[in-house]
């Protein structure tokens, strides 16, 4: 079988994924359409013609312009329902995705609708397609305290459908610190936090990430590989990093899928995942992530089942759900 099929047909597990980076033009237009909203663009290619960055701060312009014409329940659910049926096709079996609810609740749609939409979409991913979830609610970090600490209130509501707190958006300048107090608050009331940190960030913020938010996962992580000490730690406390091979090639953290450090940081014992982050706008969901790095670094299958073992691993599943899975990861490496 060729490790393109291989990749196809294994059972996956995302960790790292914004629900707003899953708006595919075509359902842009449609959703704006109906909701009398203007797009800058006025055909799907020209759209996706925009879709070229040189860093993260250019793409963050456009996936916020882009979440713009989200205005009702019902757009937030077949959202979140496209990228379900989708990965649904390419064998994920579970997603713990993210949601930015300041994305939408400054421009005054209410948290309700927002969280409602997601929420019922996941519901009916878990009942007809199987796909069991974890919704983790990000705050923006170039937004200040106070808004976070705002956000997390308006959360306390939904304690039951929100697993965990993140922490993503424009990273240079917004240090974890700036959101300890936050973050604090957040695991009180039984939060699980994970962070962004050291996607264009330096090795420092993935310190502060560990220290001050004291984090069950890093989410990208890269540059950690700038500080040998912080390796050591991450390795030895087998610290998840839900790393994202296309995002760091269209976002120019890596020039080329050649040079990107998965592979050294296996070597590192580092407990590094494969996952998609926005993928309508950086050319592929799961498959084509685990794909273009198979190639790119010539993976082998055991490689491969080893990043996918890792991502059920590092899920938030229950223990006896993911030795299932591991089980069942073996089976398909002998059978294939
Ligand atoms: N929001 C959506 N995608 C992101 C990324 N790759 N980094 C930070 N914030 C994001
Ligand atoms: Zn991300």
Redesign the pocket.
Known sequence: MSIEKFIEGIPKAELHL?I??TFEPELMFEIAKRNNKKIKYTTVDELKNAYSFNN?QE??DI?YAGANVLIEEQDFYDLTWAYLTKVHEQNVEHVEI?F?PQTHTDRGISFDTVINGIYKALQDGEKKLGITNVLIM?FLRHLDESSAFETLQQALPFKEWIGGVGL????VGNPPSKFERVFAKAREEDFTPVA?AG?EGPAEYIWEALDLLHVARI??GNRCLDDEVLVEKLAALQMPLTL?PL?NLE?KVITDLKNHPILKMMDKNLLVTVNS??PAYFGGYMNENYWGIAQALDLSKKQITELVKNSFKASWLPDTEKEKKLLELDQYFQNH
């Open positions: 914004h707003e980076g993260l793409f963050l996936y993210f930015d990000s993503d958006s424009s990273e962004h996607e989410d990208h994202c995002s976002l982050d926005d």
